[in-house]
């Protein structure tokens, strides 16, 4: 017998058997649209609809049960990314240092790190080939980088890949310029548990402002962000 993923129960739950065809169809719909949004957050609710071949209607109502339940996030722009749930359960090599452990771990130093640099910092981890980025404290600035929360960036050719895989502690902060996005610019540190890598502080923002003399401004801080955390993890254990 097939088990029932979580977001198809809600769809499930009050409908006599005669209505699961229908149900399913409801449910793939809904898969759809949650994998539009993990793909293309942030990404708004008629290109959502329109990308899912789903009325706008159906859309907005599958959107606003998925949000009631945090698979997604409306933000105040009216645009959805992936919710904390989502971001939650998806899978991790986070090196035996729980997931929930590292963002709440991290969260007050990313803030700092965003005073510190006026640019939005970024908690990432590896998820496969990818970086995940689980958490975020928004820039100062007012252009400034946002919307990353929940969306995953190649592990190769990428500056946060390249922490994620980093197997020298001693090797520099890395960065570049319009890896994952041709008008963004990261400086990324790994942050260790032990002898693994279990996540990275990523400090984004517009490419224009990430040139030669700001990266080296901005390495070292991300480095001794990167630091502070992962004495901080070891202290929670």
């Known amino acids: 017998m097939c088990e029932i993923c979580p977001i198809e129960r809600y ?9 699961t065809l229908h149900a399913s169809r409801s449910a793939e719909r ?11 957050a942030p990404t708004a609710l008629t290109e959502a609809a329109e990308a899912t071949g789903i009325p706008v209607s159906t859309a907005l109502r599958h959107l606003r049960v998925l949000a009631d339940r945090g698979w997604v996030e409306r933000r105040t722009d009216g645009s959805y990314q992936l919710g904390p749930t989502a971001t939650r359960l998806a899978p991790a090599d986070t090196g035996g240092a729980t997931r929930d452990r590292l963002v709440a771990v991290a969260e007050p130093h990313l803030r ?4 510190d640099t006026g640019e939005s910092c970024y908690l990432a981890v590896r998820s496969g ?12 600035r007012t252009i400034r980088h946002v919307g990353w929360v929940g969306r995953s960036v190649p592990i190769a050719g990428t500056a946060v890949g390249e922490a994620l895989t980093a197997n020298d502690r001693e090797a ?3 960065s570049n310029v319009g890896a994952a996005e041709s008008d963004v610019g990261a400086v990324t540190a790994p942050i260790w548990f032990g002898d693994h890598v279990v996540a990275a502080i990523s400090i984004l923002g517009p490419a224009s402002r990430f040139d030669r003399d700001s990266i080296r401004v901005l390495s070292p801080l991300a480095h001794r962000t990167a630091s502070t955390i992962e004495s901080a993890l070891h202290a929670a254990t």
């Open 11 to 19: 769809l499930l739950r009050d409908m006599p058997s005669d209505s």
């Open 30 to 40: 809904v898969l759809d649209l949650l994998q539009h949004v993990g793909e293309r």
């Open 112 to 115: 700092g790190l965003a005073m």
């Open 129 to 140: 080939d990818e970086a995940l980025y689980l958490s975020t404290a928004e820039g100062t």
């Open 172 to 174: 520099d902060p890395f």
